[in-house]
């Protein structure tokens, strides 16, 4: 059996054991604050002697980076996607078979544009017969407007021989038979005034329901042609050429990508940092950046994420920006000052909160709690650090708060 293996597996064990379980200890004794009794010295193992020693000999060495607080523009950061700013799927309103030929999906369309065309069928009879129903209507007018005037000059002669009888009957030159004649005969004119007044409504009546007969016999007409409401791409092809369409079917989808949204949901945490009017922009997944404008922010929370829906406009002239692009979305807000660390200088207390290790007078390590605001590609925007601070950059997980130590410093990254 070799002894040297063994004795260095022991030696190795102790310093791991002092290293981890009993570094607080340790620490202090080799910075001098504790000494080191007889009944101490027999508790250690010689073999640890040297390693004490060591310690004993130098305090624990780090490398600093001393930062300064920068202005930097406090931007919301979200993570979205593009969406059209308009989708419709353009449906027939009548039942026809189908006489054009469709347009492939991609094709870009402008405003009215046609996209589906329908068979007439009878209906072009339909509209004929109901103007000519229109014309026999207007044409009973005079009639029923003549009678009307009949009618009223037979009243105007009962009331006048009535008014004869009345005056003559008071002078006993007419009986009182003659005065009950004329005003039966009054009564007789104003029943003929009424029907004719009543055959001219039902004969006016009449061309307003022929009219309306037209109007939706024309209005059917235009149905037969299915044009596009505003200008965009169609997502998928126009419905085919001699297929059947019934109410309600879809011709063809259109979406419309200039200007396109940039969608995102702010937490309610962060919901009073973002204004309608600010200027916003995102990074695409092909690298590309947009700018635009928040032209909509949700007042209702969503009821499963407890976020608001934020909407940004972006020129897309070109239409390159697709709809459902991910995209990360940055919208700008007050300023505040903020240091700019490696984003291995971070680490956490052991109440788990996320911090540094800076260095205080007298070269003492403490921790400091920061709030993250921005990961960035040169390293990560913290505050929470005053407007000046000497941070542990390499070192920090291996000292703690109160310990001495002997910093190495090193200029900030550009």
């Given at each position: 059996?070799?002894?040297?293996?063994?004795l260095t597996a022991i030696v190795v064990t102790a310093m791991l054991y002092l290293l981890v379980m009993e570094r607080e200890t340790l620490m202090a004794f080799a910075i001098g604050e504790q000494e080191i009794t007889s009944e101490d010295k027999t508790d250690i193992?010689?073999?640890?002697?040297?390693?004490?020693?060591?310690?004993?000999?130098?305090?624990?060495?780090?490398?600093?980076?001393?930062?300064?607080?920068?202005?930097?523009?406090?931007?919301?950061?979200?993570?979205?996607?593009?969406?059209?700013?308009?989708?419709?799927?353009?449906?027939?309103?009548?039942?026809?078979?189908?006489?054009?030929?469709?347009?492939?999906?991609?094709?870009?369309?402008?405003?009215?544009?046609?996209?589906?065309?329908?068979?007439?069928?009878?209906?072009?009879?339909?509209?004929?017969?109901?103007?000519?129903?229109?014309?026999?209507?207007?044409?009973?007018?005079?009639?029923?407007?003549?009678?009307?005037?009949?009618?009223?000059?037979?009243?105007?002669?009962?009331?006048?021989?009535?008014?004869?009888?009345?005056?003559?009957?008071?002078?006993?030159?007419?009986?009182?038979?003659?005065?009950?004649?004329?005003?039966?005969?009054?009564?007789?004119?104003?029943?003929?005034?009424?029907?004719?007044?009543?055959?001219?409504?039902?004969?006016?009546a009449g061309i307003r329901a022929a009219e309306a007969a037209v109007a939706a016999a024309e209005k059917e007409i235009e149905r037969l042609i299915i044009t596009a409401p505003f200008a965009g791409l169609l997502e998928n092809d126009t419905a085919e050429l001699g297929?059947?369409?019934?109410?309600?079917?879809?011709?063809?989808?259109?979406?419309?990508?200039?200007?396109?949204?940039?969608?995102?949901?702010?937490?309610?945490?962060?919901?009073?940092?973002?204004?309608?009017?600010?200027?916003?922009?995102?990074?695409?997944?092909?690298?590309?950046?947009?700018?635009?404008?928040?032209?909509?922010?949700?007042?209702?929370?969503?009821?499963?994420?407890?976020?608001?829906?934020?909407?940004?406009?972006?020129?897309?002239?070109?239409?390159?920006?697709?709809?459902?692009?991910?995209?990360d979305i940055l919208i700008a807000s007050a300023g505040s000052k903020a240091h700019l660390l490696p984003g291995s200088a971070l680490t956490l207390d052991d109440q788990g909160d996320l911090g540094v290790r800076v260095i205080e007078e007298g070269n003492v390590v403490?921790?400091?709690?920061?709030?993250?605001?921005?990961?960035?590609?040169?390293?990560?925007?913290?505050?929470?650090?005053?407007?000046?601070?000497?941070?542990?950059?390499?070192?920090?997980?291996?000292?703690?708060?109160?310990?001495?130590?002997?910093?190495?410093?090193?200029?900030?990254?550009?």
């Open positions: 059996m070799r002894i040297v293996p063994f193992p010689a073999a640890d002697a040297p390693a004490m020693a060591a310690l004993a000999q130098s305090m624990v060495k780090v490398v600093v980076q001393t930062s300064e607080a920068e202005e930097i523009d406090s931007a919301v950061l979200l993570r979205g996607e593009t969406e059209a700013a308009r989708q419709v799927e353009v449906r027939a309103e009548t039942t026809a078979q189908v006489i054009s030929e469709p347009l492939r999906r991609g094709t870009f369309v402008e405003a009215g544009q046609m996209l589906c065309t329908l068979d007439p069928g009878t209906r072009h009879t339909v509209v004929a017969q109901a103007q000519a129903d229109l014309a026999n209507a207007m044409a009973q007018v005079p009639q029923a407007e003549a009678r009307v005037k009949e009618a009223q000059a037979r009243l105007n002669e009962a009331l006048i021989n009535d008014n004869v009888a009345t005056k003559l009957s008071e002078t006993g030159y007419a009986s009182e038979t003659r005065v009950a004649a004329t005003q039966a005969a009054v009564l007789s004119a104003e029943a003929g005034v009424e029907s004719a007044r009543s055959g001219l409504e039902t004969t006016q297929s059947l369409m019934s109410a309600g079917a879809t011709c063809g989808t259109i979406i419309q990508l200039d200007p396109i949204k940039v969608v995102g949901y702010v937490p309610e945490t962060q919901v009073h940092r973002v204004a309608l009017g600010s200027l916003a922009g995102a990074r695409l997944t092909d690298g590309r950046e947009v700018r635009g404008r928040v032209t909509f922010l949700s007042r209702s929370a969503d009821p499963q994420t407890r976020t608001f829906r934020v909407d940004i406009d972006v020129a897309n002239a070109d239409m390159s920006i697709r709809d459902g692009q991910t995209a403490a921790f400091k709690a920061v709030t993250l605001m921005r990961d960035t590609a040169e390293g990560v925007w913290v505050t929470g650090l005053g407007d000046s601070a000497d941070v542990i950059v390499v070192g920090q997980e291996y000292v703690v708060d109160g310990v001495t130590v002997e910093p190495t410093y090193r200029e900030a990254s550009k």
